[in-house]
């Protein structure tokens, strides 16, 4: 494989340019250990020319993935340990939690034995469910990935989310669950909740449905909070402001069984989980439909065209659908 390609894909991959499909590749690629030396040159040269500075929130995810490898003078990669650290702080802070623990888990922490990491990731268009080796059960929305231990050999069951997904927690009080986001983590010890935290995205949101959760944000300082059942907390990375709210939690995780459900959802909301859900790109005026928020509805049996007819009706625009693209004007 070309050096000079690698350096292309891992930049744009790590700035989420690519496509759900390209990405599930590349993850594959990165987490296949054929390739140490090939990854490590593309890692060295990153590390010799990124110009990136760092800010505080840069450092503040630093030090929390300095705290989760305890790093010690014993480093059997050490080379591209070093070069790991210094880009996750700097050009992959989108995936820090999975790509620092990979190297956490399985290369630089002596003490930890080496364990197998499971990737599971969905394409747009695409829901999948899983049961993990705890018995927990986990339903993946579109456009996610989910990295996790595949026995849960250490004192906490941790998993690493990017996208949506809906846990039924296996009980296991002397081994916490949690699910680390990059803005956010929520532990439970025996519960389902629900979790959205897509890369494009200003919103974090945790929602309960039965039993207890910790919810931890990480900027611009840790603050912990725990809800009940029907609560919702959404952190907005933009103003780095926390928001409370009471809601149906059962119907936050209809996405489950096909339903679309939006209430007071932005015009651009509605477009990204089209766009996951049907494996579309949706080209449109960003600004036109701004101000506007809206409460909508849809069944698992209305496809694409249902859904783009009904919003007509109600935004009032024109649309045309050619190949995977939907053009709205």
């Known amino acids: 494989m070309d050096k000079s390609y690698i350096h292309i894909l891992i930049a744009k991959f790590f700035g989420n340019d690519l ?48 705290k989760r490898m305890k790093t010690t003078d014993r480093q059997p990669y050490k080379s591209i340990g070093l070069y790991v650290r210094r880009i996750a702080a700097i050009l992959l802070l989108p995936l820090l939690g999975a790509f620092g623990t990979y190297f956490y888990l399985t290369e630089i922490n002596p003490v930890v034995e080496k364990t197998e990491l499971v990737e599971c990731s969905t394409s747009y268009g695409e829901k999948k469910q899983i049961t993990l ?3 927990t059960i986990v339903w993946l929305n579109a456009g996610s990935l989910l990295v996790y231990e595949k026995d849960f050999k250490g004192a906490t069951r941790t998993l690493f989310l990017s996208g949506e997904a809906n846990f039924k927690v296996a009980k296991n009080p002397r081994k916490p669950f949690i699910v680390n986001t990059k803005y956010m983590d929520v532990e439970a010890l025996g519960t389902i909740f629900n979790v959205q935290s897509y890369p494009d995205s200003p919103n974090t949101i945790a929602t309960l449905e039965e039993g207890k959760i910790k919810v931890d944000t990480k900027y611009p300082v840790r603050q912990s909070f725990i809800i009940k059942p029907n ?39 509605i477009v990204q989980t089209i766009e996951r859900s049907f494996g579309v790109t949706v080209n449109y005026e960003a600004g036109r439909y701004k101000e506007r928020t809206f409460t909508i509805k849809f069944t698992p049996d209305e496809g694409l065209e249902h859904v783009m007819d009904i919003l007509q009706k109600i935004i009032g625009f024109k649309y045309k659908v050619e190949n995977n693209n939907v053009f709205i004007y």
């Open 231 to 269: 609560e919702q907390v959404v952190y907005n990375h933009i103003n780095k402001k926390v928001s409370f709210s009471k809601v149906d939690a059962n119907k936050c995780s209809y996405w489950k069984q096909g339903y679309l459900i939006f209430q007071g959802a932005t015009f651009g909301e």
């Open 19 to 66: 496509s759900p499909e390209i990405q599930k590749k590349f993850h594959t690629w990165l987490l296949d250990e054929n390739f140490q030396k090939e990854k490590e040159k593309v890692l060295a040269a990153l590390w010799e020319e990124d110009p990136a500075v760092a800010d505080d929130s840069t450092f503040q995810e630093l030090e929390q993935l300095h």
């Open 133 to 135: 080796s705890d018995g």
